[in-house]
């Protein structure tokens, strides 16, 4: 098992796209940054438009469909928290595109260039495959974040100067683990449908429609269905999905939202990975 580990962080290291995909995470964390700056800068000219921002951040609780980085107008004038901003850009959904786009071209590309069907004849124990490529995946997952968390940090330290400050790493620690745990989820569940459908492309499309809130719909089906049958019973789907608990699990989110967090995205990893590991052991390697 070790040695599967380390034959794919090879692999993983010595890929252009691993090194690529590091330097897009900081130059999204920049652009993120750049355009919260812009964004303030026009509502102070409009105070109008701040006026309508803080009622859309105060009476719109609900998720929308797109990628949505909200502006606190708060930060106008004021001090500007480092973990709110940090927390803000992560619970956008931003980073999950990019481990998205990440993980099905490394799954998929041993595929490609014939690696996995040189090597599975040597291990009689398939699966260990999968939890091979998941421990790489998980150390990329890591890697992107602590980029993205430093490159936010860096970034807003640049535009916005003495403003900036960091509250505390009591909160921002489990903030950052919890958002850890839920990418790697989305990561599993994207190696899953990787190697069941062995295709980049519509694992890439599938992961990249639940990032962008395309799912939201259904789940207000799902919860329509559930409050017909059990009309007293406040639920809500996406409460148990990796997305919605993103989006909820900011650095402000109590200690039961991230507890809850915390299990969907362990339930999520556990489940599709003993999935992918099934598929792996059953299946012909092509």
């Known amino acids: 098992?070790?040695?599967?580990?380390?034959?794919?962080?090879?692999?993983?290291?010595?890929?252009?796209?691993?090194?690529?995909?590091?330097?897009?995470?900081?130059a999204l964390a920049v652009f993120n940054v750049i355009a919260t700056?812009?964004?303030?800068?026009?509502?102070?000219?409009?105070?109008?438009?701040?006026?309508?921002?803080q009622s859309e951040v105060t009476g719109n609780e609900d998720r929308t469909i797109g990628i949505?980085?909200?502006?606190?107008?708060?930060?106008?004038?004021g001090p500007i928290e480092a973990g709110e901003v940090i927390s803000t850009q992560l619970r956008s959904g931003i980073l999950v595109l990019v481990c998205v786009i990440f993980t099905a071209l490394f799954v998929n590309a041993e595929h490609r260039n014939g690696y996995i069907k040189n090597?599975?004849?040597?291990?009689?124990?398939?699966?260990?495959?999968?939890?091979?490529?998941?421990?790489?995946?998980?150390?990329q997952v890591l890697?992107?974040?602590i980029l993205f968390t430093a490159a936010t940090a860096l970034s807003g330290w640049i535009c916005w100067g003495s403003r900036l400050y960091l509250d505390s790493f009591s909160s921002l620690l489990p903030f950052l683990?919890?958002?850890?745990?839920?990418?790697?989820?989305?990561?599993?569940?994207?190696?899953?449908?990787?190697?069941?459908?062995?295709?980049?492309?519509?694992?890439?499309?599938?992961?990249?429609?639940?990032?962008?809130?395309?799912?939201?719909?259904?789940?207000?089906?799902?919860?329509?269905?559930?409050?017909?049958?059990?009309?007293?019973?406040?639920?809500?789907?996406?409460?148990?999905?990796?997305?919605?608990?993103i989006s909820m699990a900011g650095i402000g989110a109590g200690g039961e939202v991230l507890l809850r967090a915390v299990l969907v995205s362990c339930a999520f990893l556990v489940i599709f990975t003993a999935a992918a590991m099934a598929l792996m052991k059953k299946r012909d390697v092509r």
């Open 119 to 139: 090597i599975a004849g040597q291990f009689p124990r398939r699966g260990m495959l999968v939890l091979s490529k998941l421990a790489a995946i998980a150390l």
């Open 177 to 245: 683990g919890t958002q850890y745990l839920l990418h790697l989820g989305f990561s599993a569940l994207i190696l899953f449908l990787c190697v069941l459908t062995r295709s980049s492309a519509f694992s890439m499309v599938i992961g990249l429609l639940a990032c962008c809130g395309a799912l939201i719909p259904v789940y207000s089906l799902v919860n329509q269905a559930v409050y017909n049958i059990q009309p007293g019973w406040n639920f809500d789907i996406s409460r148990y999905m990796l997305d919605g608990n």
């Open 68 to 77: 949505v980085v909200e502006t606190d107008p708060e930060w106008i004038h």
């Open 37 to 53: 700056n812009l964004d303030i800068q026009s509502i102070a000219e409009n105070p109008q438009s701040a006026q309508l921002v």
């Open 1 to 26: 098992m070790l040695n599967l580990i380390k034959m794919d962080l090879h692999r993983m290291f010595h890929s252009p796209s691993t090194w690529i995909i590091l330097a897009f995470s900081v």
């Open 143 to 145: 890697l992107m974040l």
